[in-house]
């Protein structure tokens, strides 16, 4: 590839970006990435055994340490019971 279509591919992938933000929940898995995959072997063990300790321990002991709160959603007819906000705890 030369100089000039790598200019061209990222002009086209920078404009895709902005047409196509990326999905806030996708940010959140890319930045969790490893707490995830562990949770998904341990949670496909679990079913195997019907054993869900080890699955509760890692969430107990390992989950990034959040505060969700429900966001009021009255007047907008959104199920509030669907929303989430979530702020990272600081302690």
Known sequence: MTAL???IYQDDWTQRLKENPSDPLEDIRQEHEGFLSSL???AVEAIATNDW??????INFNAPQLEV????????GADSSQTTEVN???D
């Open 40 to 42: 998904e072997g341990l």
């Open 88 to 90: 990272e705890r600081k």
């Open 5 to 7: 279509e790598k200019d």
């Open 69 to 76: 709160s429900t966001k009021s959603l009255s007047g907008s």
């Open 53 to 58: 300790s080890d699955v509760y321990d890692h």
